[in-house]
């Protein structure tokens, strides 16, 4: 294993239970009263390593665990099984106090800029608030220079400090979170869905910000986004996943060039290109199974052309190709694929 | 040939408290008979509201302040509102981006659908029925007898939008306006349904108005693109050239902002700035603020469209040089 990792997740599991209280958790069945737990399984054991300086992308469909992920590797779920290691050091399960340090190192940067700002604060108060909490004593000047030094380095003008969040479009919102998370100088940034809820005139802006953000200051970022050619474009890695399992992980260029994995193979064919003859989409028969009930084996069979009895059994194990690309599929291993 | 659809100088507005807003100003475009457009352009832009006037859907403080809408031989902008529903619903149908605007949650999809032709046509329940299996084939929904007795909340996201699109081909309209009906929807089903639609058109001869962001989806589905910016049309020609060689320099900085692919890790070429708000426009040309080649003539008149060398027609006063 190469010793430039940041972030290491093993077998991480979360799972969420929705079952209610206990009264809602009975049932009557054939004349007994019984227990019924529901389960939504969103992450199942995903591994991967994510490397310093490396942007790491997740792709899949909306509900495939993509968030929950990113929750759980920054410690915001606690996972259900599984382990999250730091720089060598295994965090899911430190105390809050030992955790603290971690709270600067990894910040996160969400779809809703809307949402993730506090309307009642201004600017300033967003960007120092993060500043006093993480730097006990620094003075007020040297926490002015730094809302400046941030606000500046996402293309705002210190003089808006004063603002309010709601005087502010959507993508100088974006920028105002961005600041936020660079306030603390991290090193790691997780970033949701941070373009979705921008126009495509501004997403440009936004990812540029992001990638010159990430070469100044040596980030490292967890990248989740439904928009695949912006994926393709700032990924060094890609993680594709389907409900709550990871099928197939490699570089940018393998994933976009020469997927395998059939659902991967499914999900490129269906992006969108501007201009010259229209591609061939493939169609996915059938719908999306819940997490709550998941499919036996493979949780891509019932939607997967190359299915077969194996698949409909044994859940399918990542396994390296000759091309680096880490790959869970049971046709791939066989060599029908 | 007459048109199927033809706005001329459609204008809307909104009479607000702090005074008149206009959403869409002085918009003007045709389509034939079968054929695919493309209103394309980001939030606020004007999309929306120019769709729903179309139908007649500006409920107040909105109102059609000028222009005309002729469908089928008649001015729909003029149209008294009760002899509207004969067009609504019937010769055209709407799409939207949540299929819950349509669906109804407490009837299953058959009543709803029964409901929908025997309200348009004189027929019997169970012409109706078999009017509403046939297109519910149309769109590939798996055992279409069994569905007609489900509820919306039985279906996913994607065979919602496909019993939307079943409803809306009901009454054999001429004119489909579909207003981001994937937006909401993943990529896998985003294709399908474009796909659906596009075979539809095709084999019914339908024509189709596609309201959407995403450049990408409307030059894989449509013949002809209209690009709106702050309420007016500033482009519009056939889909291929305006998104092979576009004549307006927001056009073309919306084109150079997409990821290209082989450029990898590159940084993108960005529009700055921000659309102005409809509150607070410039004077002149609404896109002057963002654009690199504004002269002293920008910040002063409005540009009309106009064609310009390769024969799309743009409304920017240096068109030729840019
Ligand atoms: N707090 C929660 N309680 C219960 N279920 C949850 C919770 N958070 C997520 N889930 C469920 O876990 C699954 C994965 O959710 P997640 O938000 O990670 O998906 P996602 O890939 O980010 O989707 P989207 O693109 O829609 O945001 C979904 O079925 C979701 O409903
Ligand atoms: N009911 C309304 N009252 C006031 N303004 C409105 C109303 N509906 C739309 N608008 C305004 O009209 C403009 C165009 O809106 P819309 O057509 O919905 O944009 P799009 O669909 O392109 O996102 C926006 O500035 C919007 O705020
Ligand atoms: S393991 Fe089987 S079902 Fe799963 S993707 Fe591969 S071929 Fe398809
Ligand atoms: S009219 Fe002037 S400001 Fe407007 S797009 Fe053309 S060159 Fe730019
Ligand atoms: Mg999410
Ligand atoms: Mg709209």
């Not at chain 2, 008294?80 to 019937?90: A, E, L, Q, S, T």
Request: glycine letters at 8%; one cysteine or more.
């Amino acid at each position: 294993m190469s010793t430039d990792s940041l972030v290491k997740i093993k077998n991480l599991v979360k799972h969420f239970d929705i079952s209610g209280g206990l009264l809602d958790q009975l049932q009557m069945e054939n004349g007994r009263i019984t227990r019924k737990q529901t389960v939504v399984k969103a992450v199942n054991n995903v591994s991967f390593e994510i490397q310093k300086g490396e942007t790491l992308s997740v792709v899949g469909e909306s509900g495939c665990g993509k968030s929950t992920l990113a929750r759980t590797v920054m410690g915001l779920y606690p996972p259900n099984s599984g382990e999250v290691h730091y720089d060598g050091q295994r965090i899911d399960c430190l105390p809050h106090r030992q955790m603290l340090p971690y709270r600067t190192k990894m910040q996160m940067v969400f779809q809703d800029p809307y949402a993730s700002l506090n309307p009642r604060m201004t600017v300033r108060q967003i960007i120092e608030e993060p500043i006093y909490f993480h730097n006990k004593g620094i003075s007020r000047g040297d926490a002015k220079n730094k809302l400046h030094e941030v606000m500046r380095s996402v293309g705002m003008d210190p003089e808006w400090a004063g603002n309010y969040p709601h005087e502010f479009s959507g993508g100088q919102r974006q920028r105002i979170s961005i600041a936020r998370a660079l306030a603390v100088e991290p090193e790691f940034i997780v970033a949701d869905e941070p373009i979705a809820a921008l126009d495509v005139s501004i997403q440009a802006q936004i990812l540029n910000l992001l990638m010159d953000a990430q070469e100044e200051r040596n980030l490292t970022y967890l990248f989740i986004s439904h928009d695949l050619s912006v994926v393709e474009h700032i990924s060094t890695r890609v993680a594709v996943m389907y409900l709550g399992s990871l099928c197939e992980l490699g570089t940018a260029k393998e994933i976009f060039s020469s997927p395998r994995h059939p659902y991967t193979r499914a999900l490129l064919s269906a992006i969108p290109t501007l201009g010259g003859e229209k591609k061939k989409h493939i169609h996915l028969s059938g719908d999306v199974p819940t997490p709550i009930n998941l499919p036996p084996g493979c949780v891509f069979h019932g939607r997967c052309q190359f299915a077969n009895d194996r698949c409909r059994e044994e859940i399918p194990l990542g396994r390296n190709l000759e091309n680096g690309t880490l790959c869970a599929c049971h046709a791939v291993e066989e060599g029908r694929l | 040939m007459q048109p199927l659809l033809d706005v001329k100088n459609l204008s809307v507005e909104f009479a607000l408290r702090q005074g008149p807003l206009e959403a869409v100003k002085n918009v003007s475009f045709s389509l034939n008979k079968g054929e695919r457009l493309g209103l394309v352009g980001e939030s606020g832009a004007g999309k929306s509201v120019t769709g729903f006037s179309i139908i007649n859907l500006i409920s107040k403080p909105g109102y059609i302040s000028n222009g005309s809408i002729m469908f089928e031989g008649q001015d729909l902008a003029k149209m008294p509102f009760d002899k509207m529903r004969g067009v609504r619903g019937n010769r055209i149908s709407m799409i939207f981006q949540d299929p819950m605007m349509t669906l109804n949650p407490v009837l299953t999809i058959g009543t709803q659908m029964i409901e929908t032709v025997m309200a348009h046509m004189d027929v019997t329940r169970k012409e109706a029925e078999e009017i509403a299996l046939e297109k519910l084939r149309k769109v590939y929904i798996p055992s279409p007898r069994k569905r007609l007795a489900q509820y919306p909340h039985e279906f996913s996201g994607g065979m919602r939008q496909r019993i939307v699109i079943a409803i809306s081909l009901l009454t054999d309209p001429s004119l489909i306006i579909a207003d981001e009906p994937t937006t909401a929807l993943d990529v896998t089903i985003q294709a399908e349904i474009m796909d659906l639609l596009l075979e539809l058109c095709e084999t019914d001869n339908m024509g189709l108005i596609l309201i959407t962001h995403d450049l990408a989806v409307v030059s894989e589905v449509t013949q002809r693109i209209a690009v709106m910016y702050a309420g007016g049309i500033v482009e519009t020609g056939s889909t291929r050239q305006v998104t092979e060689t576009p004549g307006h320099p927001y056009t073309q900085g919306l084109i150079a902002a997409l990821p290209q692919s082989g450029a990898a890790g590159d940084r993108l070429t960005q529009i700055p700035g921000a659309m102005p708000s409809l509150m607070n426009m410039p004077a002149g040309c609404p896109f002057n603020p963002r654009c690199q080649h504004c002269t002293d003539i920008c910040k002063q008149e409005l540009p009309t469209l106009k064609e310009n060398k390769s024969g799309i027609l743009v409304a920017c006063h240096h068109a030729d040089k840019v």
